[in-house]
């Protein structure tokens, strides 16, 4: 059953929206994309699948079964997550204390809903427990469970004391934002879902939440997850602490959402089961991106908004994509959410600096986890409360009466509008600014490697800084239309992970409601997103995750902009085929590995699943290495970054570092280089001779030029026989292990 949110009892006049004509023409529009949708070549997948290749699976459902068993019963295996889930569980209920308590402190508890409240409480606390752990590893020891325990029992202790002074568990009575009056908006007819409707949605989204929390669990196997999201995490849990890491250049780089690993490694013990932990906690704001949704869709507009906002999200491939591959940029589209959120909180309250500083800690989060959030996030922010203190001026000027002047308004408001920026900016500081002081004093440069040419930087050379900025420039196309033209058609149409949902329906969001409260914000926070992302990125379809929240929401209004039973009807049609290309996609071979139901230890040494398998980065010298090589021993790499999953002490670079094998070798006899290696405990070396071919292609990163097969096979092996090839079942022509001839006898 739906209906109008005013009733048919007010007599109103019809709006537009309800007449025969825009509602056709609002269908076609969707079944003119649908038809795009799915005939258009796609970019930007990992795999070589196509769109229609997924639904295939609907056909021959245990086809899909067989993905998620590794193509055997044999290996079956999933009581060995639940340490895993366990983990996370305390990992995100301790985040949840504290930051109920930052709240509490704030005094913004009892203004908010109890899902509020727990949605900033976990966003808060997660970015309390990362600066946490940051400063337990500059001055403490990261292997140690105690600190981790002491920090849960302090949280717990104190939440529960406040909450008894309080005299109830809870601050707040309703569970649910209050929804506005609709009478407030004019006379529209917006489509209020029935309960049964809603439910369905509801349990939709708990399936795909479900899924995107199995693909979290399965060990690493995206690129930059394997170099630097989860490795350096393993580094600092391994030395005990965090340090300046030469040899990787990310390493140096804010990793606030990475550090949720080091608490999961700690408390289990173990840096290969903790990394999982620290996926997924990364994965788990998949989630809460949705319940922020729904909660910000029952706040300004209606729970049917809320509930289908939510649900295209999650349909759309694209959070749960980056989620079970372990990158962070749903991390950061959870934290812009908030901080907008909290800041749209903070217009409606007279007395809401409380929500200015969750707003700026919410934005100096995002920046704790990735530097482009200082411009995705914490300058949108600073914009719209400048654009929100202008507004309140020129509202009090207008209604004043006798003298009083914009200038006089102005002065009269500027202690109100620097006390709001002052708090937001502490907050952002205070969130972020551990990171950017860690940086300062280890490297010299509080944004390495960034601003080379302002700060310089440890190990940053004039050289590597040219190659950091060739290899993040905007891509072919530069900033002409014909540029423009791709990028747009390609995030619109040709993403491999873009849904069926979102753009048609962001579409008559954007008309239907362009007059609605708030909505010009949203347009405006996504319009900034895609200017940005294509003047001064190297425009990477998931760098705009942040703004995807938004969109959502806009889509969630389109969807409601009429009760007319057609419109229903037709929505219904579209939002399960939404769910049926999104599970599909996601729970096949398209997002990445679906292995959910094979044993961890049978996972933690198999092949990375590839378009090329060749191209696996655990073949068999990473399980040579892992079994044969003496733990006491290190392995050289070079060429090869994505280091996580081998379990011995190792030497590596990125290519944007010194290479370390020249940096041993250049320029030294057989003694001096035997020495160096027998010095260093390095018995092994490993060159990954295809990886150096691709960084050194035209157009491509770029590689030191002085590992070459002529250095290797002429003089390290036939003339100064210090290198011996290991036969392994592996193309020598992509990548060889050597053995240091003698490191026996050392």
């Not at 229903?568 to 599909?584: A, D, P, S």
Request: proline share 6%; charged share 15%.
């Amino acid at each position: 059953m739906v209906h109008p949110a005013q009733g048919a009892g007010t007599q109103q006049p019809l709006s537009w929206r309800s007449k025969p004509w825009c509602i056709a023409g609002a269908i076609t529009v969707c079944l003119i994309y649908i038809a795009i949708y799915f005939v258009a070549a796609v970019y930007n997948t990992e795999l070589e699948v196509t769109r229609l290749q997924p639904l295939l699976y609907l056909i021959i459902p245990d086809a899909l079964v067989q993905l998620w068993v590794g193509g055997s019963w044999s290996r079956f295996g999933v009581l060995d997550r639940l340490p895993i889930l366990a983990t996370t569980g305390l990992i995100l209920f301790v985040s949840f204390l504290l930051g109920r308590l930052l709240l509490q402190a704030l005094r913004v508890d009892r203004q908010s809903s109890r899902l509020e409240n727990t949605l900033f409480a976990i966003a808060s606390g997660l970015n309390f427990l990362s600066v946490f752990t940051l400063a337990c590893g500059l001055f403490g020891d990261l292997r140690s469970p105690l600190p981790f325990l002491l920090l849960a029992t302090g949280g717990l202790a104190g939440f529960a004391f406040l909450r008894w002074r309080a005299g109830s568990f809870f601050a707040t009575v309703n569970w649910l934002p209050t929804p506005p009056d609709s009478s407030s908006t004019g006379p529209t007819e917006p489509l209020e879902l029935s309960r049964r409707v809603r439910l369905t949605l509801f349990f939709g989204c708990l399936i795909i939440t479900l899924c995107i929390t199995l693909g979290s669990m399965l060990p690493p196997w995206h690129f930059d997850v394997r170099e630097y999201h989860s490795q350096v995490p393993k580094e600092w849990f391994q030395q005990g602490q965090v340090s300046f890491m030469p040899h990787n250049v990310y390493g140096n780089m804010p990793q606030g959402a990475a550090m949720h690993a080091v608490p999961g490694m700690a408390l289990l013990g173990d840096w290969w089961h903790g990394a999982l932990v620290g996926k997924t906690v990364i994965a788990s704001c998949a989630g809460l991106t949705a319940a922020m949704l729904f909660s910000m869709g029952c706040r300004f507009f209606s729970p049917s908004v809320g509930i289908i906002s939510a649900f295209i999200y999650l349909c759309t491939p694209w959070p749960a994509y980056v989620s079970t591959a372990g990158m962070i940029d749903g991390v950061l589209a959870f934290f812009s959410l908030a901080t907008f959120y909290a800041f749209l909180l903070s217009t409606r309250q007279r007395d809401a600096l409380g929500y200015v500083f969750i707003a700026g800690w919410m934005a100096g989060a995002a920046v704790a986890c990735k530097y482009p959030a200082l411009l995705f996030i914490v300058m949108p922010l600073l914009a719209a409360m400048a654009v929100y203190e202008i507004q309140r001026v020129r509202q009090a000027a207008s209604q004043s009466t006798g003298d009083t002047t914009l200038p006089r308004q102005i002065s009269q408001r500027l202690p109100h509008m620097a006390t709001r920026f002052l708090v937001a900016t502490v907050a952002i500081v205070l969130a972020c600014g551990l990171w950017f002081g860690k940086n300062a004093v280890l490297t010299g440069n509080p944004t390495y490697p960034l601003l080379y040419e302002v700060f310089g930087g440890e190990t940053r050379t004039p050289e590597n800084a040219a190659q950091w900025q060739r290899a993040h420039r905007t891509p072919g196309g530069g900033l002409s239309f014909a540029g423009l033209s791709h990028s747009l058609t390609k995030i619109s149409v040709k993403s491999a992970y873009q849904g069926v949902l979102l753009v048609p329906l962001a579409i008559l969001g954007l008309i239907s409601a362009w007059r609605k409260p708030h909505v010009l914000l949203l347009f405006a926070i996504i319009c900034f997103g895609l200017a940005t992302w294509w003047l001064l990125t190297h425009r990477l379809d998931r760098f705009l995750l942040p703004f995807l929240p938004f969109t959502a929401l806009l889509a969630g209004l389109g969807a409601c902009f009429t009760y007319r039973i057609a419109w229903h009807r037709f929505l219904i049609v579209f939002l399960g085929l939404g769910f049926i290309t999104g599970v599909t996609c996601i729970t096949s071979r398209s997002c990445g590995d679906t292995r959910y139901l094979v044993a961890l230890a049978d996972l933690r040494e198999d092949e990375v699943l590839d378009v090329d398998p060749d191209y696996s980065h655990m073949n068999e010298a990473h399980r040579y290495i892992n079994h044969e090589v003496p733990r006491n021993n290190r392995v050289m790499l070079v060429g090869e970054a994505q280091v996580f999953p081998i379990d011995r002490d190792i030497l590596y670079n990125t290519c944007f570092d010194d290479c370390v094998m020249e940096q041993m070798f250049a320029g030294k006899t057989r003694d001096e280089r035997l020495a160096a290696l027998r010095a260093a405990k390095i018995s092994h070396i490993y060159i990954f001779w295809r990886e150096l071919e691709r960084y050194r292609a035209p157009g491509n990163y770029g590689y030191s030029d002085y590992v070459t097969r002529d250095l290797v096979e002429r003089e390290l092996m036939a003339e100064q026989q210090l290198l011996r090839p290991i036969p392994l079942p592996l193309d020598p022509k992509k990548g060889q292990l050597f053995e240091v001839q003698g490191w026996q006898n050392w």
